[in-house]
């Protein structure tokens, strides 16, 4: 008698975990797949000359992208950036360029999730005169907000390095946009 409750107990325990596995598979399950989205945002050019051109950055930032998401904290994100302009007596230079990135996710609370990125960006600079291409790092932060279980407004902060011109200017991109998951 013993014996056999003592069975009934393990198999009880067995299905138990099995159950849990099998929601904890369906969950990770559901935070998979493509992602597609965009921003606007503010460009702030941390540099006091780009290929002879001084002034002060403006115009609209602008990012397109889609990646795949692998689970609930990670995702791989890549596409289109223009880092707007710098513009100045001598002329404006113009900023744009592609990128890829790992994406680290942590959701914080319901609907609540914190992004922070690290990648690659390759940009090209345009002045009056001359372009010149440069990769370098990129990195962001950011905070994202689940408007349904798949449309979110995101918020970022994202710091790309250039090497072009001689120098190593910096593009800070400061945006708000929304993301779609498939």
Do not use: C
């Amino acid at each position: 008698m013993i014996k056999t409750i003592a069975r009934s107990h393990a198999l009880s325990r067995s299905l138990v975990a099995a159950a849990v596995l099998g929601l904890a598979g369906t969950a990770f399950a559901a935070d998979r797949g493509i992602v597609v989205g965009g921003s606007l945002g503010k460009p702030d050019w941390d540099a006091s000359s780009v290929g002879g051109i001084s002034g002060d950055s403006s115009g609209t930032g602008l990012k397109l992208y889609g990646g795949y998401r692998f689970g609930p904290h990670f995702a791989i994100e890549g596409g289109a950036v223009d880092l707007g302009k710098l513009k100045g007596p001598a002329g404006s230079a113009k900023a744009r360029g592609a990128y890829i990135d790992a994406v680290g996710l942590l959701p914080v609370a319901p609907q609540w999730t914190l992004l922070g990125r690290v990648g690659l960006a390759d940009v090209k600079l345009s002045t009056p005169g001359a372009s010149e291409r440069g990769s370098d790092a990129k990195l962001g932060l950011g905070v994202q907000y689940d408007l349904s279980s798949q449309l979110s407004l995101r918020g970022e902060w994202e710091r790309y390095d250039v090497k072009a011109f001689g120098t190593k200017p910096k593009f800070d991109l400061y945006s708000v946009g929304l993301n779609y998951a498939f």
